[in-house]
């Protein structure tokens, strides 16, 4: 069995819960800077360590990272009391705990120590790291894709807690679980895993593996990243279970805690956090799945479960409710909710907007598209193609199968084999109006004429298509969840261009995104602790590492001054660092200028 690693959670300046409290401004407060270097104990300069500085009162973290004389420079902040924090792979952690800032800088000369312990070497890398090892052990290229697609679907394998041998019967619970979870995987590969993870996981693998020099002495952060400020806002508490974001044009930031049935609003300009319960109406614990089998956290309290969310036209805030088979209304103005029931298919997901106002979204688990528009009321729902008839029965089937469950317990006949579901995933509005969308699980895209409802499907050269998104000349971007890659598709000429992702290992992007202003593509290192942008013109990739440690992304958005936001969706919730969720702002090179940093002695 894996030993624990003695550092890994350790965060001095955790907090056990997000109080809603609205706190000063920036500018009605005193400021001051933390500035200095990083030295190992030889006094050579380490380059490319995060220094994060965060704030108890706001809690909030702000990082950058130093640079090849191992300078830093903090922007300003608050005065008040910080936690310091250093961490570069292959170094000790270095943790300060009650840093006092005063108005003006405050220079800090801090020393890390060489991490000697070849376990503790191999537990500061991430998830994309030790996934190879797993794979490697799995008897065919069917086999791997299989388990990246279903065995990481809402998780990391990022932890000591997962990352730990277990007898046959231990693994097969857990399997079962996943099933319960959607994740379903195939006799074959599931009488192949148990092996694999107990080999992949035996000590002198992994390290004969994973402590080779270039994974513990990784690159510097490179270009924009360089010189990015990265942001970290702690939100919910430790049973929330975070899932999209999204940023209104006002400068809020809205996220949906998936576990505890609550929206978020956050400030960024004045830290003010405020919580807002989502109506449940009468949905059971679990919403419409309550009887049937569906696995739920022992901490959770989901009746409607908020899912994904879109800003619309007119300012509101609308939410995919996917346990509880609703679509809902937030006004910011009002802070008053509509609730609208879905009728027809199950597991409203992901959603956007198109031109007219409507809100269209992915009904994952029945395999159809849903449609609301506002100024009407009305409401309609699309059948996509399944791939098999075994799959076209089986959903089919599904209205039967929640009728019985009204009647006879199912919970213990659910299972992790059966068939495989479509799962339409992401969704996304063409400027012609045409309406995209995904199926995960059978390799596949298509387009909706809105007005006929006639459906034009298109295979991809990649597996795992997930959430996808348009560029501003009409190009769709698409990322491939268990791929590694990404993917442009042209819509006039029907050519798929595929790009692999450059963090090293493997990687499961789960979402992107294009910021429209540049065509410049972001997209979630959901496997690597990172996000990853790619300029189409230069095909060059940069590459944001993310200072938390099992940060799982789901959604990309972009605020007016050209940060970028995504949010650490903590599931489940005993495997991540810290206590909970965060939400997450990137700003490149954002930090101080090199002059600046080269005055600090």
Not at 248 to 274: C, F, M, W
Not at 465 to 482: Q, V
Request: hydrophobic share 35%; net charge neutral.
């Amino acid at each position: 069995m894996n030993r624990r690693p003695a550092r890994y959670w350790v965060e001095a300046f955790a907090s056990a819960a997000v109080v809603f409290v609205a706190t000063a401004t920036a500018s009605a407060v005193e400021t001051g800077v933390f500035a200095g270097a990083v030295h190992d104990p030889s006094g050579a300069p380490v380059a490319g360590a995060f220094v994060t500085a965060t704030s108890r009162s706001l809690q909030r973290g702000t990082t950058v990272f130093t640079d090849a004389g191992g300078r830093f420079r903090l922007p300003a902040l608050e005065a008040g009391t910080y936690d310091l924090r250093v961490r570069r792979i292959g170094y000790k952690d270095l943790l300060q705990s009650g840093q006092i800032l005063q108005d003006g800088t405050t220079r800090l000369d801090l020393r890390v120590e060489v991490e000697t312990d070849p376990n503790e070497l191999a537990w500061q890398l991430p998830s994309s790291r030790w996934m190879p090892l797993l794979l490697a052990k799995l008897s065919s290229d069917e086999k791997r894709e299989e388990f990246t697609r279903q065995c990481t679907f809402c998780h990391q394998q990022g932890s000591w807690a997962t990352r730990v041998q277990r007898s046959r019967e231990d693994w097969d619970k857990i399997f079962k679980l996943m099933g319960r979870m959607g994740g379903i995987i195939s006799a074959d590969l599931r009488a192949e895993l148990p092996d694999a993870f107990n080999g992949a996981y035996e000590e002198h693998n992994y390290l004969a593996q994973l402590t080779q020099p270039q994974f513990v002495s990784p690159q510097a952060p490179q270009g924009a990243a360089a010189t990015a400020v990265i942001t970290e806002w702690d939100i919910g508490r430790p049973a929330s279970m975070q899932h999209d974001l999204t940023v209104h044009p006002d400068g809020a930031i809205y996220s949906v805690d998936t576990n505890q049935d609550q929206l978020y609003r956050l400030d960024p300009r004045t830290n003010e956090r405020k919580a807002f319960p989502i109506p449940r109406g009468d949905s059971p614990l679990g919403g419409v799945f309550n009887s049937t089998g569906t696995a739920m956290a022992p901490n959770s309290d989901a009746h409607v479960a908020p899912h994904s969310l879109q800003v619309a036209p007119d300012g509101s805030i609308w939410v995919t409710l996917c346990l509880g088979n609703k679509v809902a209304r937030f006004d910011p103005k009002t802070e008053q909710w509509t609730i609208f029931e879905q009728k027809d298919g199950l597991y409203p997901h992901t959603l956007r907007f198109d031109q007219k106002g409507r809100a269209w979204y992915t009904l994952a688990v029945s395999n159809q598209v849903g449609m609301i528009d506002p100024q009407t009321g009305e409401q309609r729902t699309i059948r996509l193609p399944a791939r098999s008839w075994g799959q076209e029965i089986a959903l089919r089937s599904l209205p039967v199968l929640f009728w019985i469950g009204r009647f006879v317990n199912l919970t213990d006949h659910a299972g992790s084999e059966g068939v495989n579901f479509p799962v339409p995933y992401g969704i996304d509005i063409a400027p012609d109006g045409a309406v995209w969308f995904s199926q995960l699980n059978i390799r596949r895209i298509g387009r909706i004429d809105p007005d006929s409802g006639a459906i034009k499907l298109i295979d991809t050269p990649f597996p795992g298509p997930r959430r996808l998104r348009f560029d501003s000349k009409g190009n769709l971007w698409i990322p491939g969840f268990s791929g590694d890659v990404v993917a442009r598709y042209a819509p006039s000429t029907g050519e798929f261009k595929t790009w692999k992702l450059p963090t090293e290992g493997v990687e499961t992007p789960y979402a992107l995104n294009v910021d429209r202003r540049t065509d410049t593509v972001w997209i979630c290192g959901t496997n690597s602790d990172s996000l990853i942008s790619l300029e189409p013109a230069t095909e060059r990739f940069t590459i944001y590492p993310l200072p938390t440690r099992v940060t799982y992304t789901r959604e990309i958005d972009f605020d007016a001054d050209g940060g970028v936001w995504t949010s650490n969706s903590n599931f489940p919730t005993w495997q991540i660092e810290g206590p909970g969720p965060k939400l997450i702002r990137v700003q490149p090179g954002a930090a101080p200028a090199p002059e600046l940093i080269a005055a600090v002695p």
